[in-house]
């Protein structure tokens, strides 16, 4: 006869739960599956079976699989919110979000929920549930071992300038291995030497003309275009970053017809562990690597006319609260016009990190590489009769050197994992206090009348960066808003 101590502490079972479950427990690195057959059996992989009472009952659950599991109904968590979190952690829409930073409005399009902060909540009381249950909270760390937290600076590239790109280059040496540049081919394509510079770096697709488009096939032409031109310049293209940090379902299915291994677009998502987002009901196929979504652009579109010290502040306290967090500190910017005229920026980034050997200085490239990795890890946690227990890995992939987190309330220890199989005894484990991460500054959403003119220009997905001829006029929107751009021009011309 099987007891309780037999089942294993890990995997978590999933019984009919949320997408938005299981997306966070894989950014957690908490051992998972999901549980599709009727019948006691299939969950015999784990103790801990988390279920959803809005799609059946405990009792019902119960009778199919016995009194030996610990049930944690997930539907608690929704008690007394004013949003689904589970909704929320799968929402793909964006807003306005403005923060106040050393004394000025900033303000960006992001994600509309804080779902780091939702992500945190929810994980938070699912762990006490399994602490009362008498169960183990352990997860593979979310770098290679030892690092503790990993950093990266992504370049965007938008404008032609490459004066202002070399001006950068001359000023990055103190960061030069943990940076990454997303290239718009419209701006740089025709620029030899910035591409020859670029091709042997971490250099990445930023798609053609700076725009994302509302419709799917238009972004198919101007990623193909911009992934060909960088192919041909030398540049191994694996990845994409969208304009402004636009998402939307069409791009989606463009990046992953491209075979990307990750895409970064914060209105997915920012300040957070990367995630596979979901939509067309199934997880996509491209990871997402979130990143800070505050760049040096939006001070000078504030009105500041000399920036530099308020961002060298503002990235330095967000390095130092992502660190101490022990979450990737992801920052982003621009050479053209702003990160040309600030050549101490990448020095005191540098600055910053001296002395954190444990903060791993990476691109972002091979962030995402290592973060497919772990998330391809199956393993599970038994506890074995002398009291010890046992990791148990089921795929093995020995790229990177890999860490197992014990979480014991507001202590964590450190683990690293050699071999498939390890066994450990959790109270002869050296704990180490864990920092609590407050998101300050605080966003708040902006909410302004919405007139007509903006849902015109929504309707028409109105831009002025295509050139004219290369509208398609196939589709209605396409045909109205060509002849618009034909008048606006002529007027223009005439007014000129």
Known sequence: MRNDRELPELPLLLWRTPPGLELILAQEGIAYERVTETNPFAFLRGRFVLHDGRRGSASSLRSIIGSRHTLIDIDMLRKGRLVDPFAALIDRKGASV?????????????????????????????????KAGEGVWARIAAYPHPYRSAFNFRIDMDEPNPDDYFAFARSRKPIEECTTYFVSTNAYGDQKNTLADLAGRDAQSHGHYHHVYRDEEANRRNLVRAHEILTAAGIRVSAFAAPHGRW????????????????????????????????????????????????EGLFFDAGVK???????DHFRSVLRARIDACEPAFLYGHPERRLARMPELPRALAEALQGESLVWRTTTTEFATWWRSRNALKWSLIRLETGAYEIRFDTWDSSYPIGIEIVRGEHAARVPIANRRTSLRLDRLAYERRVRRSDSPKPV????????????????????????????????TGFVKKNLRKRAQKAKEIKG
């Not at 000025?104 to 929810?122: C, L, M, P, W």
């Not at 914060?266 to 300040?271: C, T, V």
């Not at 596979?276 to 505050?294: A, C, E, K, M, N």
């Open 98 to 130: 403005r923060r106040r930073i050393g004394g000025v409005d900033v303000t960006e399009r992001v994600s509309r929920r804080s779902k780091a902060s939702i992500r945190r909540g929810v994980l938070e009381a699912i762990r006490e549930h399994v």
């Open 248 to 295: 939307n379902e069409g791009l989606g299915r463009v990046i992953e017809d491209l075979g990307y291994l990750y895409s970064s677009e914060f209105q997915l998502g920012y300040d957070d562990f990367p995630f596979y987002p979901y939509y067309d009901g199934r997880f996509s196929t491209v990871l997402q690597v979130p990143i800070h979504p505050i760049c």
């Open 306 to 312: 000399s920036p530099e010290r308020i961002v060298i």
């Open 445 to 476: 959403v902006v909410r302004g009348p919405i007139g007509l003119k903006a849902v015109v220009r929504a309707a028409l997905d109105w831009e002025t960066v295509t050139p004219i001829d290369e509208i398609p006029a196939r589709s209605l």
